[in-house]
């Protein structure tokens, strides 16, 4: 199915560090939302997106709706070990459908 | 609340077993989603449920059959599978299909097909 490009793949920081990472498409979404997942467990919400420009925080995390619609990052800053997991953007398109495409995800490993 | 629930969180059939997957949301959601996930991939998306009515198949093979039996209720029937289609399957919920969505998922059921 389709996917988002989403980078890095995969990080290892130590604790404490900020942590930046993307979402982009050629495709125009109308909301970006992204989530994190533990290894046998399902995506947990993070941030929603719902218009271009929009930043939007959730304690350490911070999220931001691209101008053009076609991209979105997501900061974390000061990082801790339980921020170990995989991240995944995902866009909903433009028409208004039911359907979100997912990102590839980057896997988040922090070292203490 | 944004609590979705799943049952059984594990399980394991033979290729000619029947089981069954359970959803559940009490968030007055009108918008059911079942989706499979394999290894570090993404989840893809199988079925969607609008006001308790089928409204996507993703050209999903006729061993999953998916039943909506009420706004609250998702299930996923399961016959005859294959070992590739051992995943990790998740169910979501959103207020509807219109507009801007916010999709919330459940914890997931693991399943081995022997």
């Known amino acids: 199915g389709q996917q988002l490009n989403q980078s890095p793949q995969s990080m290892f920081i130590q604790e404490g560090e900020d942590v930046s990472m993307n979402c982009t498409s050629s495709?125009?979404?109308?909301?970006w939302l992204w989530y994190k997942q533990e290894p046998g467990e399902g995506p947990v919400l993070l941030i929603a997106l719902y218009k271009a420009g929009e930043l939007t925080s959730n304690g350490r995390l911070t999220a931001q709706f691209g101008i053009t619609r076609k991209d979105s990052f997501l900061n974390i800053s000061a990082s801790i070990p339980s921020d170990v997991g995989i991240y995944f953007c995902?866009?909903?398109?433009?028409?208004?459908?039911?359907?979100?495409?997912f990102g590839t995800g980057t896997r988040l490993k922090v070292l203490a | 609340d944004t609590e979705v629930t799943q049952t059984p969180k594990h399980l394991v059939m033979g290729m000619t077993n029947k089981k069954s997957l359970k959803c559940e949301q009490h968030m007055g959601h009108r918008a059911m989603y079942w989706y499979k996930q394999k290894a570090k991939k993404p989840p893809e998306l199988m079925f969607v449920?609008?006001?308790?009515?089928?409204?996507i198949n993703e050209s999903v093979p006729s061993r999953f059959s998916p039943e909506c039996p009420n706004s609250s209720l998702l299930n996923l029937h399961l016959h005859a599978l294959q070992p590739e289609d051992s995943a990790l399957y998740l169910c979501?919920?959103?207020?509807?299909?219109?507009?801007?969505?916010?999709?919330?998922f459940g914890p997931g059921t693991r399943l081995l097909v022997l």
């Open positions: 449920y609008s006001y308790e009515k089928l409204s």
């Open positions: 979501a919920s959103s207020q509807g299909l219109a507009g801007p969505l916010t999709q919330y």
């Open positions: 995902a866009g909903q398109v433009v028409s208004g459908t039911y359907k979100y495409i």
């Open positions: 495709s125009i979404f109308n909301t």
